[in-house]
Nanobody, 125 residues
């Protein structure tokens, strides 16, 4: 089992940047494909970005493509989400998740077994 803890959320103005971190404990992160999801108030949780176990492959939701970058440092057992050019529509609770799978990029919520508690990101106009 792996425990995930997100950090790095906060409040920024539109156009600003934030870097989220997801630190894992309990098991080595290299065993898992990882992803970031977000949930805005009154909305369903949605896929944001995913990265393969090796870090060689990444995938993004269309809404964040070109603005967000997912990366991982398996030696530090940490996954990151660099968020640039933030927009008010990016306001949400962001959660990282770990999937036990042979699939490189996992975009579906049900494939993820372990979830962090989430970190709030608020973007003001």
């Amino acid at each position: 089992q792996v425990q995930l803890v997100e950090s790095g959320g906060g409040s920024v103005q539109a156009g600003g940047s934030l870097r989220l971190s997801c630190a894992a404990s309990g098991r080595t992160l290299r065993a898992y494909a990882m992803g970031w999801f977000r949930q805005a108030p009154g909305k369903e949780r949605e896929f944001v970005a995913a990265i393969s176990r090796s870090g060689d492959s990444t995938g993004y939701a269309d809404s964040v493509k070109g603005r967000f970058t997912i990366s991982r440092d398996n030696a530090k057992n940490t996954v990151y989400l660099q968020m640039n050019s933030l927009e008010p529509e990016d306001t949400a609770v962001y959660s990282c998740a770990a999937a036990v799978t042979l699939i490189q990029i996992v975009t579906t919520e049900r494939e993820y077994r372990y979830w962090g508690q989430g970190t709030q990101v608020t973007v003001s106009s």
